[in-house]
């Protein structure tokens, strides 16, 4: 069943997805070569837990050992962060992060160059970050789950990209996860219609080589197939009457 957020609900998860941008900022500002996974994670889960109420919503998810998904490379999603895992010059590390607050849940995940990074990989975060956008531009009232997928999927095709099998966004709210399924490929008008107050997780991971995926012995971690460089940018996002609300922003600078 799909279940619509109301106004004063979506103003929770606004200041949830607050928390979680700011938390992602300030990673993004801790990532350099010889920063372990594991300080990225420690750092996260306590800026997170100084907010009251804030909680990491992906510790203990289905088992899920920490705070925050840390993935480097060909390595998609669900990287478990360790201190043997130490970040290198040109590296390219995800970081996928969910917040919980008074009950709702909100999503979001960047990628960042860890010092200087080659032309292909720049490209391809650029392509992703643009694919996010063409994804959330989207998400209006009136639209299917099909018109996101397809806008996001038009991008990354054009860039001769691929966005990783089986691999999807996903409602986001009184859970962390949901129907409808949110994928990053589609056709125009086909799947749910998007109504006010439904909140989603858009998310594009993108492969600069073939789509196929494996799953690393950890049970955890996705990689690329064929070994190539995979990026991730995600929001969580309201359609509203207005238009698409990113709820994993910052408000203005207080
Ligand atoms: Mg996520
Ligand atoms: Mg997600």
Known sequence: ?????????????ARGGAILAAT????AAEVRPGVTTKDLDAAAEAFIRSHRGAKPA?????????????SINEEIVHGIPSPKRVLKEGD???????VELDGYFTDSAITVPVGEVDVASQRLMAVTKEALAAGIEA???????GDIGAAIEAVVKAAGYTTADDLVGHYVGSKPHGDPQVPNHGTSKRGPKLLPGLTIA???MVNI??????????KWTIVTADGS??????????????????????????
């Open 209 to 218: 080589g073939k789509s196929a995926t494996r799953t690393l012995r950890d």
């Open 24 to 27: 992602l900022e300030r990673l």
């Open 58 to 70: 992906f510790k203990g998810l289905y088992g899920f050992p920490a705070a925050v998904c840390t």
């Open 139 to 145: 998400a209006r009232v009136g639209n299917h789950i």
């Open 92 to 98: 390219l590390v995800k970081l996928d992060v969910g």
């Open 229 to 254: 460089r995979s990026a991730h940018f995600e929001h969580t996002v309201a359609i509203t009457e207005a238009g698409p609300r990113i709820l994993t922003l910052q408000p203005a600078r207080v």
């Open 202 to 204: 858009i998310e594009p």
């Open 1 to 13: 069943m799909i279940t619509l957020k109301s106004p004063r609900e979506l103003e929770i998860m």
